[in-house]
C-alpha cells in the first residue's frame, strides 16, 4: 500500500524533474516514507553545499597512482545509480524487506549519511571476527548448527564515501565469502560523493 | 528444541535401519522368487525366514519395532506410534506353519539380500568419505527439493529410492504419516535420508560427525522462504511437503518433525494432515 504511493510520489518526482527545474523550485525531488516508525524523506535541492561534498572526496594514501574504484565490486554483482538506490528505499527498504548498507567507518558516516541506511563497518566481517555469523543473521540468514542458510537473506544495496574509497566493495567480497548470494547484492558505487553532488539530501545524526 | 535424538529414540532406530533395509532385502528376494518361478509356499518360506530373522534382532535388542519410533518419551503419544513397523507388516504376510529346510533357492535370495545391504553399506560409507552433494533441484512440475547426490553410489541411490517408493506404493512398509507428503504420495527422497542419516547416527564417532555434517548440508541447501512475525519464525507448506521434509529443511534432519508437529498442534490433527498454504511455525533451533 505504502510503497505504491512512494512509487507513484517518486514516478512523478522524477517525472517532473525538468519541469521544475524549470520553475526554480527549491526542492525538485520529495519521496517520502517511513522507517521504524519515523517519517523520512529523499529531497533533490537545486542548490549544491560544495563543502559537504568535498567533505566525501578522500582519496586515501595507499589507494594506487588513480583513486578511482572499479565500476563493478564484483563480477556477479550489480552497480546501481542513485534512481535505483531511491526506488529500492522506496520499494524495499521502507517495508523492512531490504537493506540499504554503510558500509564505511562510524567516523566517516559522522560525516553524513542517506537517511534510510543502516551502518555496518565493513571491518566487522573480517573473517577472524567471531560474530559474522551473527551479523549474517541479522541480515536474514537462518543459522543452525554453525552452518548458514541464506534463503531468507535480504536484499542489500551497498555504498561508502563514493568512487575514491573501497570499503562498500570490500564489503561487498567479504559477504560473498561469507556465503551471501551475490544475486542478492548491488553496489552503488557512487556513494555519498556523488549523492551529495546531485543535490540529493543527507542525515547527519542518528534519529 | 533439542535435536539429537533422545537416547531412547536413538538406539530404536537401528531395528528401524535394519526393518526398512530387510524391507529392501524381502523385496530383492521377492524379485529373484518371482524371476525363477518359484512355487507360492517357498516364497513365503523366504519372507517366513526374514520376519523370524527381525524378530530375532528386535527381541535381543529390545526394542520397539515402530518405524518411526523417534518422540520423546514424555511427549503424549501421537498417531505415528500406532502405525505398524516393516517387520510386523512382513510378519502379517506369513501363513502359519513351521518353517522348512533353507533351500538352494533360498540361498540365492539371501546372496541377493546381502548384495543389497552392500548397496547401502556403499551409500553410506560415500556419505562418511563425503563422496556426495545436498542440492537443490527443480523438479519437472513441482518446486524446489533438497536431493542427496551420491558420487560414488549414484545410481545406488536412486535404485534404493525407487525400491523405497515401490515396497510403500505396495504396502510392503507403512510409511509413517510424517513422511506422508500434502498430496499423500510418499515423499521417498525424504526416506531415503532418514535411512542414511539414522545408519549414521547409530555408528561410530567417525560416523555420527558424518550424519551432524550431512544435516549441515542439508539446512544449508534448502531453498525454503520464511516470515518472521512477533519473533516466530512461520514456514508456509507447498505441494509436496510432508513434516519430515519441512524437518529435514529446517533442521538438517527429519527427526526434528515431532518438534514442528508440537508447535503446531493447534492446526495440525496429525503428522500426515498438513495442508498446502498452511503456516506452520518453525521452532528456534
Known sequence: ?207 | MNLQSPTPAKSSSLPWFIAVGSVTFALGIGGALTLSHMNQSRQNDAIALLASQLADIQVTRAQTPDLMAITAPTMPVPAVAAIPSASSVLAARVPTGTTQEVSQELKTAQAIAIANRNKMRMLTEGVVAGLYSVTSINPEGGGTRIALNSRNAASTASELEKLLATAAANGDIQVPGSISASGGTVDSQTLLFDLVQRSLEDGSDKEIAAAQEMRRRAFAASAAKTEIVAGQRYYTVEAGDSLAYISLQFYGSTNAYDAIYQANRSQVASPDKIQIGQRLVIPEA
Open chain 1, 1 to 207: 500500500m505504502f510503497s505504491h504511493t512512494a512509487a507513484a510520489a517518486l514516478a512523478v518526482g522524477l517525472g517532473l524533474t525538468t519541469a521544475l527545474l524549470a520553475q526554480s523550485s527549491p526542492e525538485i525531488l520529495d519521496v517520502a516514507f517511513t522507517l521504524n516508525g519515523v517519517e523520512k524523506s529523499i529531497r533533490q535541492t537545486e542548490t549544491l553545499d560544495t563543502a559537504q561534498v568535498s567533505a566525501f572526496h578522500k582519496p586515501g594514501p595507499n589507494c594506487g597512482p588513480l583513486c578511482i574504484a572499479p565500476l563493478a565490486a564484483s563480477s556477479a554483482v550489480p552497480t546501481v545509480g542513485e534512481r535505483e538506490v531511491i526506488r529500492f528505499i522506496a520499494d524495499k527498504v521502507a517495508l523492512g524487506e531490504g537493506l540499504l548498507i554503510d558500509s564505511r567507518q562510524p567516523e566517516d558516516r559522522a560525516a553524513g549519511f542517506i537517511s534510510a541506511s543502516v551502518n555496518v563497518p565493513y571491518s566487522l566481517l573480517q573473517p577472524d571476527n567471531p560474530y559474522v555469523a551473527d551479523i549474517m543473521q541479522a541480515l536474514g540468514a537462518r543459522a543452525f548448527e554453525g552452518t548458514l542458510n541464506f534463503s531468507d537473506a535480504m536484499p542489500l544495496v551497498v555504498f561508502d564515501d563514493g568512487p575514491t574509497t573501497n570499503d562498500a566493495s570490500t564489503f561487498i567480497a567479504a559477504l560473498i565469502a561469507a556465503g551471501y548470494p551475490a544475486e542478492k547484492l548491488s553496489y552503488y558505487r557512487g556513494g555519498m560523493l556523488v549523492w551529495t553532488a546531485l543535490g540529493l539530501n543527507t542525515q547527519d545524526s542518528k534519529s
